[in-house]
């Protein structure tokens, strides 16, 4: 990959007209990388792009708001699922009710703010609205089994593990115990 000063050179020379194999040979790189980048199709490295790869708070230790993810774990274990798509893209599918509108709005909200870089849309069905949102990284925020698990069979709860939610329990300020009624 070449250094994005060249790249921004060449994409000027280009903008000034400067013909694609003149701009390969006072760049020192080949047409087709000058073609490459002037279609937009170059990996970039920095800037909005690679802000937009920094998506995940568990991969890239992106701070998270945990009331949300709270919230939207909830949602998922209630009434929700992942899809594993093409090109490793998972979908994260919360099926609310056409009766509360406040309860796909809220679950928009929460999915924009668990994962701001990923688009959420409402898909309507029968008596539902299917809230959705794509990403690479839904599964690493709301995985509960290895990846081998479905082989095995096997949870990846270990002894001494802790979960996220039990990292967002102790954190969370008050007493999120669950009383039990008639334990002596």
């Not at 994409?11 to 000034?16: G, N, V």
């Not at 701009?23 to 002037?38: D, E, K, Q, T």
């Not at 909005?48 to 919230?71: F, K, L, N, V, W």
Request: contains cysteine; charged residues 20%; hydrophobic residues 40%.
């Amino acid at each position: 990959m070449h250094p994005q000063a060249i790249v921004d050179a060449a994409l000027r020379l280009s903008a000034i007209g400067i013909l694609d194999k003149e701009n390969a040979l006072i760049c020192g790189v080949s047409v087709a990388a000058i073609r490459h980048w002037r279609a937009g199709r170059r990996r970039v490295a920095s800037g909005r792009a690679a802000a937009r790869r920094i998506t995940c708070p568990r991969c890239h230790a992106r701070p998270m708001d945990e009331s949300s993810y709270a919230y939207l774990l909830g949602l998922y274990l209630g009434d929700g699922h992942i899809v594993h798509g093409p090109r490793d893209v998972y979908v994260l599918a919360i099926a609310c009710s056409d009766d509360w509108p406040g309860l796909m709005a809220a679950a928009r909200q929460a999915m924009a703010a668990v994962m701001p870089t990923s688009s959420v849309c409402g898909v309507k069905q029968t008596g539902c609205t299917m809230i959705k949102s794509y990403s690479k990284h839904w599964a690493c925020l709301f995985r509960s089994m290895d990846q081998d698990a479905s082989i095995s069979g096997k949870s990846s709860w270990r002894p001494g593990k802790k979960s996220s939610c039990e990292n967002i329990r102790e954190n969370s300020p008050g007493d999120c115990s669950i009383p039990t009624a008639g334990v002596a």
